[in-house]
């Protein structure tokens, strides 16, 4: 497995200390912040995702739901986990994060070995055809976006910038696009959950505000190969102020990594 280096914000950021049997202590914070000024869900899942991984006889997250209770705040978060089943090739375990004494998220994930996984492969959604990154343009070069930091910590490359960031938003909710960490750490399995939900929101094509993750539920197929992961995300239902947001990845090498579906509340 990739090792992992501490000097990469984060790893810094997700690190967390041992508080008892089961019981994990984090640091959450200000980095990884959203235009609300709290910390991005993905940011949040994948601390409760690394506590699980802490936990599980078996390295490699397979599946993995959060629901956002309540919001977080940069500071200490006491996060407790329980295992639900010990199996031969798969374990399944519940993390519980808490603040000032409140539930903010509640995350369920499943572990496997992905060197065990031998069985038959077959894919029939080809990557994105997307041009090489360089040869492709930074949308937020010259976008000043105060308060929000997760915007520091990732970098994109796409064809032109999105319409709503020229004040024209372009009626289409779905983009495809290149994204790294901004500091040059490589994916992983755990740093996946906070990368599928690091992009702007595709409802904002529709004219609408950012809005606010109830659930995401992220599948991991692969191990990722260092470099560039391409992105395909897109919204097709809007129903009473809740839309999803589904978000396929690919790695450098064109294979696919993870797909996630989010359910989400408009602001």
Known sequence: ????????????????????????AAQLTDRWNTASGNPNGGYLMAVGVRALQQHSEFGDPLVASAFFLRPGAPG????????????RRTSTSEARMHQDGKE????????????????????LAPMPDL????????????????????????????????????????????????????????????????LADAAYPAVMELGELPSATIELTIHLRNRPAPGWLACQISTRHLTGGFHEEDCDIWDSQGTLIAQSRQLALLQ
């Open 104 to 123: 903010i998220l509640r995350v369920v994930a499943t572990f496997a070995d992905l060197d065990q996984s031998n069985g038959r492969t077959l894919s």
């Open 76 to 87: 200490t978060a006491r996060i407790e986990v329980e295992t639900a089943r010990q199996g």
């Open 131 to 194: 041009p090489a990154p360089d040869e492709l343009v930074d949308p937020l070069a010259d976008v000043a976006l105060p308060g929000i930091t997760v915007a520091d910590r990732v970098e994109y490359r796409v064809t032109q910038p999105p319409g709503w960031l020229r004040g024209e938003p372009s009626g289409d909710p779905s983009m495809t696009f290149w994204m790294r960490f901004a500091d040059g750490r490589e994916p992983d399995l755990v740093s996946l959950p906070f």
């Open 1 to 24: 497995m990739q090792q992992i280096t501490e000097e990469h914000l984060f790893d810094r950021d997700t690190r967390l200390v041992s508080a008892g049997v089961g019981v994990y």
